[in-house]
């Protein structure tokens, strides 16, 4: 693993079901951001395959991604002043 060459924060979302791409490939790059002190976030998601097909799955997918999305890409606080 190269993780010590990666410069943002990673998502990794698995799920447990996954026989296309096993869960321990996202286990391993855990590890691997863990050892270069790389800021991750790892979710496994019971009772879904690679394809995450169904709608509670799927929620907890988006969710993930949202999540991840707004702590990381929300730009600094503003203040609007009315005139």
Known sequence: MR???IDVPVLLIHGADDWTV?????EM???AMTAAGKPY???IIPGTDHYFQNPGPQRQLFGAISDFLKQYLAGPATTTVAN
Request: net charge neutral; no cysteine; proline share 0%.
């Open 3 to 5: 993780a010590a060459g």
């Open 41 to 43: 976030k790892m979710l």
């Open 22 to 26: 096993e869960a321990d490939q996202s």
């Open 29 to 31: 790059m855990a590890k």
